[in-house]
Structures are given as structure tokens and as C-alpha cells.
Nanobody, 120 residues
Framework: QVQLVESGGGLVQPGGSLRLSCVASGSIFSINDMGWYRQAPGKQRDLVATITRGKSTVYVDSVKGRFTISRDNAKNTVYLQMNNLKPEDTAVYYC??????????????WGQGTQVTVSS
């Protein structure tokens, strides 16, 4: 099996910064796309950013210029650097990865989520 463990969430004032990390572990042959999603109370889970194994990135318009997604393939880790945070960024942030497992194929995995709260 594969586990994704996020860290780095917390409470920050508007304009502040946080860096989220997500480490994948388990029976991993390779990791394809990785990404971050977020879910605010009463809303659906939405895409924030994704990154391919070759490090091509996609961002939702609302975070462009403020958030940066990156990954370390050797460490099976994806990061989300969040700058100039706004109250509307408040949500539970989830890590996502498409993982190839020998003899099984590619499967989609989610982390448990980490809370980000932007408030003065």
C-alpha cells in the first residue's frame, strides 16, 4: 500500500506564508502526477496546483503568482509554497499522487489533509 502524509499547515495572518509538504511512502515503483487540492467548509474539493514527474505545473487562477508547487522525485515529496495568503485560502489542503505499483498499475492516492487558516 501507499501512504501520503502532509505537514506544514497552521494559522497565519493575511499576507503571510506557509509551506506544505507531502511525503509518499510504501510499495512505490514510480510517482506520476502529484498535486494539491483544497476544501473549504461546505464546499467541494478543488484543484490548487499539479506537477508532473517532469516538473510541468498547472495552477488554478486564484493562486497564480502567489503559490508555487515543486517536487523532489528522489524523496517522493511534493511541496506547496504559499505566499501572500488571503482569508479565502482557508481550507483543508489535500495532497494527491498517481502512483505506479509493480503488478498493480497506476492508482490515485490522497493524504489525510492539513488545515490552513488565514485570519487576523
Amino acid at each position: 500500500q501507499v501512504q501520503l502524509v502532509e505537514s506544514g499547515g497552521g494559522l497565519v495572518q493575511p499576507g503571510g506564508s506557509l509551506r506544505l509538504s507531502c511525503v509518499a511512502s510504501g510499495s512505490i515503483f514510480s510517482i506520476n502526477d502529484m498535486g494539491w487540492y483544497r476544501q473549504a467548509p461546505g464546499k467541494q474539493r478543488d484543484l490548487v496546483a499539479t506537477i508532473t514527474r517532469g516538473k510541468s505545473t498547472v495552477y488554478v487562477d486564484s493562486v497564480k503568482g502567489r503559490f508555487t508547487i515543486s517536487r523532489d522525485n528522489a524523496k517522493n515529496t511534493v511541496y506547496l509554497q504559499m505566499n501572500n495568503l488571503k482569508p479565502e485560502d482557508t481550507a483543508v489542503y489535500y495532497c494527491n499522487a498517481v502512483v505506479s505499483i509493480l503488478g498493480v498499475g497506476a492508482k490515485n492516492y490522497w493524504g489525510q489533509g492539513t488545515q490552513v487558516t488565514v485570519s487576523s
